[in-house]
């Protein structure tokens, strides 16, 4: 059972990382907040494909 912890993901060109990254923590923690800093690359495409699976909200800043 996850605990009643949110993970916060900073992210900016993570599109190697990110998936890996989201699937490590998704059974320990209840949510997860991805913060992407403008990324030119995937990461965020590859963070909501995630965010189907999981309650997951991405953020750009």
Known sequence: MAADITAIILT???EVN????????MTIVKRIVVVDSYSTDKTV????????KWRLSTMRY
């Not at 990110?18 to 923590?25: A, H, L, P, R």
């Open 12 to 14: 900016k060109n993570e």
């Open 18 to 25: 990110i998936t890996d990254c989201i699937k490590s923590i």
């Open 45 to 52: 495409e590859l963070a909501n494909i995630q965010s189907k």
